[in-house]
């Protein structure tokens, strides 16, 4: 039997694989792990040379909350891609071939999981299907703000990006590994044994061509600091950002306006800009518009990881995106993440006790009716700055039928309302700008140390790109 896989919807060349073609018979050797600090060997009577080495993603007995039973409650660097194939490289075999762990991650082998496709995708400005962050993985913890620092160091890299692994390397997914074996029985197995379970895969010769190329696009954020009337409160700041990147445009020459994603709160921060400049509050007020949010939101966590004013200094970040649209048409064409006409989505209201107040306050007169709405928290960019500790109002009005499509053009905007969702973040920023104290920070949303799976301290205050370099990419 012959079965042929393809591209995208079945494999996945990994990040990092060198470009090459390799073939030879298959051997399953468990996670690939040879670890003799924990008495760990997958290759152990194996012979894999000028052979396939195939094995399971991450290490053994790793349960849905992301706690393993091996080593510890984190993945060690022996889960990563890079220690599989260079492992798999030390004991002779001329390729890798990766596996879902189905039994511990049960949605792994679906397409669009796949690991290296994000990274595949951030690495492909031209693909527009899948430019965001799935929200659902994000939520269940999958992708994490530290993959998000992680791709854009992929995406530094450039045409380095083939020399990460060893051999040339690749990722199964969606079914296709089944002539060859079942996953999730072999982890099963494994996890019983508590040891490892590797064979030859017999009658299974296994041949692939890998071939990458990259391409590289440069962007930028815009910042500008308008520096605080207060002698000792300028030296703290108050981010306020909106994305100001889009789609671009697509295969077939058709322009992605983004008239609501995100002209509308790229023009509210302008109008913030001039409103702030011509009475400047106590603390001085960093404006960023973001490059690259659609992204991956490489734009504000590269912000974050090198910020302009120290991190320590930033004691709050407003974010605008999306500010133009809600209402009876926006609700029947996306009833569960559309707003009314007079609703305003705030997201991080509970990132600090004194923010509901403060909102309350802000909207005197302008009387939007405002929901707070955490589905939409890790969605742009306030949520690199919530991961690094920073209390965060975000403002949007929810989705609607031209959400990243090409029909979200400037007619379809109620400037309006888009003025008035301005004028609150203007006070709310305001208000953040003077207060005697700075708000505490509270992660009600139980996510900036368990996303980062490090301390945020190692992972975003360094301002140095060497933590992320060294962050196993799992
Ligand atoms: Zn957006």
């Keep these: 039997m012959r079965r042929e896989v393809s591209l995208r919807d079945e494999f996945l060349p990994l990040v990092g694989s060198p470009v090459g073609s390799f073939s030879g018979e298959g051997v399953f050797v468990g996670y690939g792990i040879t670890a003799p600090e924990c008495a760990w060997d997958d290759y152990a009577g194996v012979d894999v040379r000028g052979k396939v080495a195939v094995a399971l993603r991450h290490e053994p007995f790793v349960k849905d909350d992301g706690a393993t039973a091996w080593l510890g409650k984190r993945l060690t660097r022996h889960a990563t891609f890079e220690s599989k194939a260079r492992v798999a490289a030390e004991h002779g075999a001329v390729g890798l071939v990766v596996v ?34 799935d929200s659902e993985e994000l ?19 450039g045409p380095d990006l083939s020399r990460r692994l060893a051999i040339p390397s690749v990722f199964l997914g969606a079914g296709a590994y ?45 910042v500008g600091r308008l520096p605080g009337s207060d002698p000792v409160l300028a ?41 702030l400049g011509s009475a400047p509050p106590k603390r001085s007020i960093v404006f960023v518009a973001f ?7 490489l734009g504000s966590f590269h912000f974050v990881a ?13 974010n605008l995106d999306m500010i133009g649209r809600g209402g009876e048409e926006d609700l029947r064409a996306s009833p569960k993440e559309g707003a009314r006409a007079n609703q305003v989505f705030v997201s991080g209201i509970d990132s600090s006790p004194a923010l509901t107040g403060l909102l309350a306050k802000a909207n005197e007169g302008i009387d939007l009716e405002i929901t707070p709405n955490e589905s939409m928290a890790d969605r ?30 400037a007619d379809r905007l109620n400037y309006a309302k888009a003025t008035r969702v301005a004028r609150l973040a203007l006070r709310c920023a305001r208000s953040l700008a003077d207060l005697p104290e700075r708000l505490p920070f509270v992660d009600v949303l139980k996510k900036s ?16 790109s060497t933590p992320f370099l060294e962050r196993p990419d799992l």
């Design 100 to 133: 879902p762990d189905l039994a511990s991650y049960p949605r792994g082998a679906e397409p669009a999981r796949m690991p290296g496709r994000r990274f595949w995708l951030s690495l492909d400005p031209t693909d527009l299907d899948a430019g965001m962050v």
């Design 139 to 157: 939520t269940a913890g999958n992708v994490s703000p530290a993959d998000m620092v992680e791709s854009i160091h992929y995406a530094r890299q």
């Design 178 to 222: 089944e002539p060859l074996l079942d996953p999730a029985a072999e982890e099963r197995a494994i996890e019983k044994a508590r040891g490892p379970r590797s064979r030859p895969l017999e009658g299974a010769r296994i041949s692939a061509t890998v071939a990458i190329e990259a391409s590289s696009v440069a962007t930028a954020n815009v």
């Design 235 to 275: 030296r703290e700041n108050v981010v306020i950002g909106a994305h100001y990147d889009h789609m671009g445009i697509d295969a077939a020459g058709r322009i992605w306006h983004g008239a609501d994603d995100n002209a509308s709160g790229t023009a509210a921060i302008l109008e913030l800009a001039a409103a």
């Design 291 to 297: 490059g690259a949010e659609e992204v991956m939101l």
């Design 306 to 318: 090198r910020p302009t004013v120290p991190l320590e200094s930033i004691v709050a970040m407003v």
């Design 380 to 409: 742009s960019d306030q949520a690199a700055f919530y991961v690094a500790g920073i209390p965060i109002v975000f403002l949007n009005t929810g989705e609607h039928g031209d959400y990243h499509r090409v029909t979200d053009t």
């Design 449 to 464: 140390e368990a996303w980062a799976g490090k301390s945020r301290k190692e992972v975003f205050l360094q301002g140095d």
